[in-house]
Nanobody, 126 residues
Framework: EVQLVETGGGLVQVGGSLRLSCAAS????????IGWFRQAPGKEREGVSC????????YHADSVKGRFTISSDNAKNTVYLQMNSLKPEDTAVYYC???????????????????WGQGTQVTVSS
């Protein structure tokens, strides 16, 4: 059974940092693209960052470039999202997702992802 479990969310002040973790199980981690998405109240889910577990290629949404970094520890089947210089508009539920598709094809398109975690809340207070 495929499982994705996000941890690391919480309340942080503007300009602060958080690191989210996504622990994956039930599939061959090295073959998958892993993405981070977020959804704020009343808004559609949007892609944040994604990574190829096999070659390390990454993509980031323009809104987080230079502030967020995605990385993986393949030995632990875990993907991280380091979030720095947080802004109030970063407040959302953050989800990780997995896809067997190529990161270069699916990038941050939600429809390209097959498995989703339950989400973790990130709140940035001003």
């Amino acid at each position: 059974e495929v499982q994705l479990v996000e941890t690391g969310g919480g309340l942080v002040q503007v300009g602060g940092s958080l690191r989210l973790s996504c622990a994956a199980s039930g599939f061959t981690f090295d073959d998958y693209t892993i993405g981070w998405f977020r959804q704020a109240p009343g808004k559609e889910r949007e892609g944040v960052s994604c990574l190829s577990s096999s070659d390390g290629s990454t993509y980031h949404a323009d809104s987080v470039k230079g502030r967020f970094t995605i990385s993986s520890d393949n030995a632990k089947n875990t993907v991280y999202l380091q979030m720095n210089s947080l802004k109030p508009e970063d407040t959302a539920v953050y989800y990780c997702a997995a896809s067997y598709g190529s990161v270069h094809t699916i990038r941050l398109h939600t429809a390209g992802y097959d498995y989703w975690g339950q989400g973790t809340q990130v709140t940035v207070s001003s």
